[in-house]
């Protein structure tokens, strides 16, 4: 059964079905969630799906059991998908079939493929993954690439799994997501680039040694480029990292940990550097804001 957790996603196990139903209600549950399949299993199927469904974009984290799917001929006239499809594998992997040829995709890769085109996925040890159903912009052929290699892609792949974790402004989500997606698969953009930009700082923000020239170097950018992207939004590269850090340091004063602690997971030089600009940005202090959190 599809149950809502939380606010704006859907989640669906199959665990809540009985035995019988477990792959006929994955099929019917993607068909209506994701896209239309046709599932194998050799083995009693287990599998869990988080779906978020935005205006233009459907984004899930699917986890499941060794089995096999199939997108045929009748699941693309019964079920059209009218768009692409990107799978970035997390966990396990898969033998992907089209009609161009087989290849392995593996943890780190990800897997474009057009929706209403036939293929079969096989996964022997089961699979952990984000996908990501977005419209077609042009012809879409079979291919892999490494997330982990790429800004863009990265920060598509940050950008997705934070909003499968809880409500967010889905919008703006839907706006970064399509821009970064366009950037993967070859048309950049201002907004892309800096998006992609704010989430190496995101995934960075711990090192004090962060500046302007390595996050240009991230995304393929001059540290003028770089300076110039900021600027149009409206702040310096050395404002953007310490508004991160500061943001960061502010969802980390909930925890059980001592302020110094907090400081340096967010990349401070001192506690005493922390405070003080905490202080400037929110005009309270970090034992302070604490001390509210608590009461």
């Known amino acids: 059964m599809a149950l809502v957790h939380p606010p704006g996603l859907t989640r669906f196990r199959t665990h809540d079905l009985p035995g019988a139903r477990r792959l006929a209600g994955w099929e019917e549950h993607n068909a209506r969630a994701l896209v239309g399949l046709r599932v194998e299993a050799d083995r009693p199927f287990e599998g869990t799906e988080v779906n978020l469904a935005l205006p233009r974009l459907h984004v899930a984290r699917v986890s499941g059991s060794p089995h096999a799917v199939e997108r045929d001929v009748r699941q693309i006239a019964e079920h059209p998908a009218d768009g692409v499809v990107v799978y970035f594998m997390l966990a396990g992997e898969s033998r992907l079939e089209h009609r161009g040829g087989s290849e392995l995709v593996v943890p780190g890769q990800a897997l474009v493929l057009d929706g209403d085109r036939p293929f079969r996925r096989e996964f022997s040890a089961g699979l952990t993954e984000l996908v990501l159903k977005a419209p077609r912009r042009g012809p879409v052929r079979p291919r892999t690439f490494s997330f982990r290699d790429d800004a863009h892609a990265r920060a598509l792949v940050a950008a997705l799994a934070g909003a499968l974790r809880g409500p967010a402004d889905w919008e703006g989500l839907e706006r970064t997501a399509t821009a970064l997606l366009d950037a993967v698969l070859g048309t950049r953009s201002p907004s892309a680039d800096l998006a992609a930009a704010h989430a190496f700082i995101e995934a960075h923000l711990h090192e004090q040694e962060l500046c302007a020239q390595r996050i240009a170097e991230a995304i393929g950018y001059s540290d003028r ?43 401070f030089v001192s506690q005493a550097h922390f405070s003080r600009t905490y202080r400037a940005r929110f005009g309270t202090t970090p034992r302070q804001d604490r001390a509210a959190l608590r009461s």
């Open 225 to 267: 480029h770089l300076s110039r992207l900021f600027a149009k939004s409206g702040q310096s590269v050395p404002q953007a990292i310490l508004h991160a850090r500061l943001d960061a340091a502010r969802r980390l004063l909930g925890e059980p940990i001592p302020l110094a602690e907090v400081a340096a997971r967010t990349g």
